[in-house]
């Protein structure tokens, strides 16, 4: 079964670090593409930083300086470190995979919760 299992989501305050993980099931086969999403209460989700598997990124105008993506090719990884965290942050996290045939997986989500 194809999933995405997210993990190190959490609180914390203003200013703190988090890094967030997720982990594709080995029945995903040839991703292209593998991002972070999130969605704050009543906000539309949104694309936070994906990057390609050749190690091309892009980051919302929000988070440039502060997020850096990564991503581990053998394992299926993909990473988000944030740091200098703002409350604006707070929102639930999602990992997102595309691979080269255009099939699309989501992960659970993660909360993460910054307090000011």
């Known amino acids: 079964q194809a999933q995405l299992l997210e993990s190190g989501g959490g609180l914390m305050q203003a200013g703190g670090s988090l890094r967030l993980s997720c982990a594709a099931s080995?029945?995903?086969?040839?991703?292209?593409?593998m991002a972070w999403y999130r969605q704050a209460p009543g906000k539309q989700r949104e694309l936070v930083a994906g990057?390609?598997?050749?190690?091309?990124?892009n980051y919302a105008e929000s988070v440039k300086g502060r997020f850096t993506i990564s991503r581990d090719n053998a394992k299926s990884n993909v990473y988000l470190q944030m740091n200098s965290l703002k409350p604006e942050d707070t929102a639930v996290y999602y990992c997102?995979?595309?691979?080269?045939?255009?099939?699309?997986?989501w992960g659970q989500g993660t909360q993460v919760t910054v307090s000011s």
């Open positions: 997102n995979v595309l691979n080269l045939w255009g099939q699309n997986y």
């Open positions: 080995g029945s995903i086969r040839s991703i292209y593409t």
């Open positions: 990057i390609t598997s050749g190690g091309n990124t």
